[in-house]
C-alpha cells in the first residue's frame, strides 16, 4: 500500500468515519443483502473486514447507486481491505491444501500459531508475562489474518489435525484461546511492534459513532451537546497514527 503522511491519513480517517456515521443512521445500514428466492436466514459475519466488503451503501448515501460500501473508502483502505482478503485466503489455502499429509499439515497448524504468538508479543505493550492469549494487547494486522484463517471454516474441516497439534502443546483443541494457554515461541524485546489491524480501528470508530449525539440533562430541560464523541473520535485516530 502507499505509504500516506499523517495529515493525508486523518482526512482518510474523517472521511470513512463520515461515511460509517451515515450508513450506521440507516437502521437496515448494517444489513447484508439477502437472495429472496432462498429461505435461508443464517448470516455468517466473519470479521469486520468480510462484512464492509458484502454490505451495500445505504440509500442515504446515494438513491443512485447500490455498489458495496467499500468501494467508497479512500484509496488507502480500500487497498487494506483488499490485502487482508488476498492474504487469509492465501493463508487458508496453505492449511486446507490436498495431498501434502497430515504430517505437514499438522507443522503448517503449528507454525500458524507461532506466528500468532509473535505477533502478540510484538504487540504486548505492558511487557507481561502472561500466556499469549491472556494478555492485554491491541490487535495488529498479522494477527488478525492469521486467526481468521485459523478460524475460518475451511481450517475447521481438519478437526483432527487441530487436535493433534493441541495435544502435542498439551493443551485443548476448544478454542485459539486455548491452544495458546501454553506458547512454544519464547518472547524477544528487540523487535519492533507490528503496524494497528485497520479492522480494530474501524471496530473502535463504529462504536465511538454509536455514542448518542446529545446526552439528557440530569437536571432536565433541553439537552447537551456531546462534545465528548468527537473529542474520542479525533483521539482514537491520533493513536492509530503515531
Known amino acids: 500500500m502507499p505509504s500516506l503522511s499523517?495529515?493525508?491519513a486523518s482526512q482518510d480517517f474523517f472521511a470513512t468515519a463520515d461515511l460509517l456515521e451515515i450508513q450506521s443512521v440507516d437502521r437496515t445500514g448494517w444489513f447484508l443483502p439477502r437472495d429472496a428466492s432462498t429461505t435461508n436466514e443464517d448470516v455468517e459475519i466473519q470479521s469486520i473486514y468480510s462484512h464492509l466488503m458484502e454490505v451495500t451503501q445505504s440509500p442515504l448515501i446515494s438513491e443512485l447507486s447500490q455498489d458495496r460500501l467499500y468501494?467508497?473508502?479512500p484509496p488507502?483502505?480500500?487497498s487494506c481491505l483488499r490485502a487482508h482478503h488476498v492474504l487469509r485466503k492465501w493463508l487458508?489455502?496453505?492449511i486446507v491444501a490436498p495431498r501434502i499429509g497430515s504430517q505437514v499439515r499438522q507443522c503448517r497448524m503449528e507454525l500458524f500459531l507461532k506466528a500468532v504468538e509473535v505477533c502478540r508479543d510484538r504487540s504486548?505493550?505492558?511487557h507481561s508475562q502472561h500466556p499469549s492469549s491472556d494478555r492485554r494487547c491491541i490487535r495488529t494486522f498479522s494477527e488478525s489474518i492469521l486467526t481468521s484463517a485459523i478460524l475460518s471454516p475451511e481450517s475447521r474441516i481438519y478437526s483432527r489435525a487441530w487436535s493433534n497439534v493441541a495435544n502435542a502443546r498439551k493443551t485443548s483443541s476448544d478454542t485459539l484461546v486455548a491452544m495458546l494457554a501454553r506458547p512454544r515461541y519464547q518472547p524477544s524485546r528487540d523487535l519492533p511492534d507490528l503496524i494497528t489491524d485497520m479492522g480494530w480501528t474501524l471496530e473502535r470508530i463504529l462504536e465511538i459513532l454509536s455514542l448518542p449525539d446529545v446526552l439528557t440533562s440530569p437536571a432536565g430541560g433541553s439537552g447537551l451537546v456531546n462534545f465528548h464523541k468527537r473529542r474520542y473520535e479525533r483521539l482514537q485516530q491520533l493513536?492509530?497514527?503515531f
Do not use: I, Q, T, Y
Request: without cysteine.
Open 6 to 8: 499523517p495529515a493525508d
Open 71 to 73: 468501494r467508497l473508502f
Open 92 to 94: 487458508v489455502s496453505k
Open 76 to 78: 488507502g483502505l480500500r
Open 124 to 126: 504486548d505493550f505492558d
Open 239 to 241: 493513536n492509530v497514527l
